[in-house]
């Protein structure tokens, strides 16, 4: 598996566009750029292919921007990274195709699909609402307020 400088910017983006969007207020990727130090030509690309992939909802105009699609909870960073990324599991190059078939047959189904279906499965599992959730808690653990 690869996850490549577009999938983890649109990763990080979703959870900025999650922490702070709402059904009726949409964020401009211009905010989004701002907040996570990314150029907003490449982040537009990005939310380009989050669109597609039918995970955000943009608005033009003044007032516009993107918002999520459907609940945090309901979308998941298989889902992100499969919108994002042309090919997220690369096929593994054959090793002794020539030499042992039998024995790249066994690596190819007993290791590297089963590998390949357990990330998929592990990345299936991790919605976007936990991973706000995660940094929310992160950003409050370190704001400490002193009271004499």
Not at 47 to 63: P, Y
Not at 76 to 87: D, F, K, R, Y
Not at 94 to 120: K, R, W
């Amino acid at each position: 598996m690869r996850i490549s400088a577009k999938g983890r910017y649109g990763l990080a983006a979703m959870i900025e566009l999650a922490r702070f969007s709402t059904e009726d207020h949409h964020i401009p990727v211009v905010m989004l750029a701002d907040r996570l130090g990314l150029s907003k030509i490449y982040l537009e690309q990005v939310f380009s292919l989050l669109k597609r992939g039918k995970l955000v909802i943009s608005i033009k105009g003044a007032q516009g921007g993107y918002r999520l699609s459907r609940p945090a909870s309901e979308i998941n960073v298989c889902q992100i990274l499969s919108a994002l990324e042309q090919i997220l599991f690369e096929p593994t190059e054959q090793s002794v195709a020539d030499s042992a078939p039998a024995v790249e047959e066994v690596m190819a189904t007993h290791v590297y699909a089963v590998l390949d279906q357990d990330i998929q499965k592990s990345l299936s599992k991790i919605t976007l609402d936990q991973l706000v959730k995660a940094t929310n808690s992160i950003e409050n653990r370190d704001n400490y307020m002193f009271f004499i």
